[in-house]
Nanobody
């Protein structure tokens, strides 16, 4: 079964750091990251960061300068490095990617990982 498996969430104090990972399972797939999103309790899912066609990255204003996305193509894994965490960053974080194999494209979401930032 093709899926994106997330890890790296947890509880951290304000000012701390976490790195979220999102790995594609299944052999032969190429991961094409579409972005990271988050959903806080009682709120809608929002974009955190998304690669652009020009090779840059769009970051939500609230995370600019603190969060960075990257991809390890050899490991078929995408990452979200989060520094300077704030209590308002508390949310479930989701990765999204297009997995390509043999000409087929699958739009896949990770299962979500909880990030809790204490003050």
């Amino acid at each position: 079964q093709v899926q994106l498996v997330e890890s790296g969430g947890g509880l951290v104090q304000a000012g701390g750091s976490l790195r979220l990972s999102c790995a594609a399972s299944g052999s032969g797939f190429v991961i094409n990251p579409m972005g990271w999103y988050r959903q806080a309790p009682g709120k809608q899912r929002e974009l955190v960061a998304r690669p652009t066609n020009g090779g840059n990255t769009n970051y939500a204003d609230s995370v600019k300068g603190r969060f960075t996305i990257s991809t390890d193509n050899a490991k078929n894994t995408m990452y979200l490095q989060m520094n300077g965490l704030k209590p308002e960053d508390t949310a479930v974080y989701y990765c999204n990617a297009i997995l390509t194999r043999w000409g087929s494209n699958l739009d896949v979401w990770g299962q979500g990982t909880q990030v809790t930032v204490s003050s």
